[in-house]
């Protein structure tokens, strides 16, 4: 296995494919969800609305050392929403692009709805994982604002830093990722 870094700022994607139609519950036989690669290292899964009516968008964002999944969808059900499944696959399709030893994975909410949160038990048991609880308390804790809501924090992936600003509005804990 190598471990070859990637320069997440250099060497930082100039286009993105944004060019998808999204699936809308209108056709009986649309998938539970559906997965889009937005550039090589940021993909979109949405979830269909035959599976809830909130049809919520979940992202995953690769780093050297981590996976950042936000939001786990409004479905707890993973029969009907197989959110950890289709994250596993993508991330062992991107550990064959980029081999790494040891690789973890961060499980972050946008806000602590419950149709963003709904799937964080899946994630409970797996390992080299955190899910961050989705209570004003635990985000604050875990990221490591000390003057919420007038501070900014930041998660490094390893060489992909992302950065929180808190939003507080549509929820207490809401957070802007970028």
Do not use: C
Not at 8 to 13: D, K, N, Q, R, S
Not at 60 to 75: E, K, P, V
Not at 140 to 164: D, M, Y
């Amino acid at each position: 296995m190598t471990n070859d870094e990637i320069d997440f700022v250099t060497a930082a994607p100039t286009t993105v494919d944004a060019n998808v139609r999204w699936i809308d519950g209108t056709d009986v036989d649309e998938p539970s969800y559906q997965v889009h690669r937005l550039e090589q290292h940021t993909y979109i899964i949405r979830q269909s609305l035959r599976t809830s009516p909130e049809g919520p968008f979940v992202y995953l964002l690769f780093g050297n050392s981590t996976a950042f999944l936000i939001d786990t969808g409004a479905t707890r059900d993973p029969l009907k929403w197989p959110l950890r499944a289709v994250v596993e696959r993508l991330i062992a399709e991107w550990l064959t692009e980029h081999p790494r030893k040891a690789y973890g994975l961060i499980v972050a909410h946008s806000h602590g709805h419950g149709d963003h949160t709904a799937g964080d038990k899946e994630f409970l048991d797996r390992p080299d994982t955190t899910v961050v609880g989705s209570d004003l308390d635990d985000v604050i804790e875990h990221f490591g604002f000390t003057k919420w809501p007038s501070q900014t924090a930041s998660v490094n992936l390893g060489g992909r830093e992302l950065v929180l600003i808190p939003s507080p509005g549509h929820q207490e804990a809401s957070i802007t990722f970028l």
